[in-house]
């Protein structure tokens, strides 16, 4: 199982941005997937997550406003739109997918790929 995230850059505080992460080595289909980030010198946190059928979506309180996690039909491909960035969003950011009860569970997610660098500039 491999995922692939992209996207990530730099970007002035205000602005937007969008991930993607690209999954493939076996069926995701009953799969949640989810975003998470760190920042250095902290620990992993979650960002957003949606469920296998796109029926639940959840969000951190620090992004809920301002970010949008989708997924597309096949289940194959996550996306994280970014809205009105802060400097405080700047982290390293992972997508991660399993089967998944609890969204916000970084430690319920099986697969996890190698994440993609966000710089938000004041």
């Known amino acids: 199982v491999q995922l692939q995230a992209s996207g990530g850059g730099s970007v002035q505080a205000g602005g937007s941005l969008g991930l993607t992460c690209e999954a493939s080595?076996?069926?995701?289909?009953?799969?949640?997937m989810g975003w998470f980030r760190q920042a250095p010198g902290k620990e992993r946190e979650f960002v957003g997550g949606i469920s296998w059928d796109g029926g639940e979506r959840i969000y951190a309180d620090a992004v809920k406003g301002r970010c949008t996690v989708s997924r597309n039909h096949a289940k194959t491909t996550l996306y994280l739109q970014m809205n009105s960035l802060k400097p405080d969003d700047t982290a390293v950011y992972f997508c991660?997918?399993?089967?998944?009860?609890?969204?916000?569970?970084?430690?319920?997610?099986?697969?996890w790929g190698q994440g993609t660098l966000v710089t938000v500039s004041s």
């Open positions: 991660a997918t399993g089967a998944v009860g609890d969204l916000k569970n970084r430690d319920e997610y099986m697969y």
């Open positions: 080595g076996r069926s995701f289909n009953y799969y949640a």
